[in-house]
T-cell receptor, first 111, second 115 residues
Framework: RKEVEQDPGPFNVPEGATVAFNCTYS??????FFWYRQDCRKEPKLLMS???SGNEDGRFTAQLNRASQYISLLIRDSKLSDSATYLCVVTTSGGYQKVTFGTGTKLQVIP | NAGVTQTPKFQVLKTGQSMTLQCAQD?????MSWYRQDPGMGLRLIHYSVGAGITDQGEVPNGYNVSRSTTEDFPLRLLSAAPSQTSVYFC??????????????FGNGTRLTVT
């Protein structure tokens, strides 16, 4: 089983739709969780950290479920500019920071 | 702010050639790392460093060397390039304080082709 798993998609959604991605992780000792966005042929960029109580940033909401070992990202009112690949990132402390990336979920927002 | 700077952006090598990918950051980050990204594989850690003089292997270290003589710089050396090393390489850095809650900052990437 992969340490961090994501549905690769693609998710094709119309503008204005709400879309949700899940990411599961296997290490129960994982400490920090992030969502990154990666545009085609560009570097990953931090979208948002994921906190235990859940957090929201504008149209984006992130949730963490430690019991079931998954995190989620909800995007409301999708824009064309949201089209990208969304990477789930999990950090575990094993002496030093171990950062594990999911393979990403591709989102295509359609006019 | 410059952030994380990687050079070159593109490189073509012949099998057996060596080269160094440069990475520099100006944020005084303790942690620096190199990743490669291949289609369907996601980002895989090659080597990382938690401070000057300290480096360690990641998931896919074979064929690569690193050094960390200063806080700012973390070059990646390909010793004898192979076609399997054709990939996109990213350098990333972060703070280590705060219980590993600091996100990674990435460079723009280097697209390497080995023929």
């Amino acid at each position: 089983r992969k340490e961090v798993e994501q549905d690769p998609g693609p998710f094709n959604v119309p503008e204005g739709a709400t879309v949700a991605f899940n990411c599961t992780y296997s290490n129960s000792a994982s400490q920090s969780f992030f969502w990154y966005r990666q545009d085609c042929r560009k570097e990953p960029k931090l979208l948002m950290s994921v906190y235990s109580s859940g957090n929201e940033d504008g149209r984006f909401t992130a949730q963490l479920n430690r019991a079931s070992q998954y995190i989620s990202l909800l995007i409301r009112d999708s824009k064309l500019s949201d089209s990208a690949t969304y990477l789930c990132v999990v950090t575990t402390s094993g002496g030093y920071q171990k950062v594990t990336f999911g393979t990403g979920t591709k989102l295509q927002v359609i006019p | 702010n410059a952030g994380v700077t990687q050079t070159p952006k593109f490189q073509v090598l012949k099998t057996g050639q060596s080269m160094t990918l440069q990475c520099a950051q100006d944020m005084n980050h303790e942690y620096m790392s190199w990743y490669r990204q291949d289609p369907g594989m996601g980002l895989r850690l090659i080597h990382y460093s938690v401070g000057a003089g300290i480096t360690d292997q990641g998931e896919v270290p074979n064929g690569y060397n690193v050094s960390r003589s200063t806080t700012e710089d973390f070059p990646l050396r390909l010793l004898s390039a192979a076609p399997s090393q054709t990939s996109v390489y990213f350098c990333a850095s972060s703070y280590m304080a705060g219980g590993f809650r600091s996100p990674l900052h990435f460079g723009n990437g280097t697209r390497l082709t080995v023929t």
